[in-house]
């Protein structure tokens, strides 16, 4: 499982760095990258993207899903190597999708069986969402009716 968030930058030739937590983590060194559409990149390891598109197979099979399915998951998405330093390329597709310049920074978020990069400022956005203004819970404590000294 993928957990914790880290920044990275993306180098000039638009390498990025794994975390080493997330490095341990894959199997092997190839792995997947596909365009969400939230406006993020995700990163798999082969056996959760082999299972995932196992689902969206079956699906389309039966008719749950459209035969458009299949042609639209394995086009967002590409094969990445990692090397020994945990480094891979995002290609220029993915990082304009993404919003992602060479020289920038980039969130990496563990999000169980995946690993979300987000462009800082759309990182922030999607925080923003996902926390609603709330003012943290404020505590009645001064009444002793629950018969502690």
Known sequence: MFVGDFE???DA???LTLPSIF???LDDTACYLTRDL???LLITPRADFD?????IIDKVNRGELPITA???MGGMTMVINVDRQGRFTIDEANRKHAGIRNGSSVRMIGALN???MWRESRYTVIEGEKAPDQRARQWDDSDDSDGEA
């Open 8 to 10: 990275r930058s993306v």
């Open 13 to 15: 030739n638009g390498r």
């Open 23 to 25: 490095r341990d983590k």
């Open 38 to 40: 939230r406006g993020c």
């Open 51 to 55: 299972e995932q598109s196992r689902v």
């Open 70 to 72: 299949k042609p639209a």
């Open 114 to 116: 995946t690993i979300e």
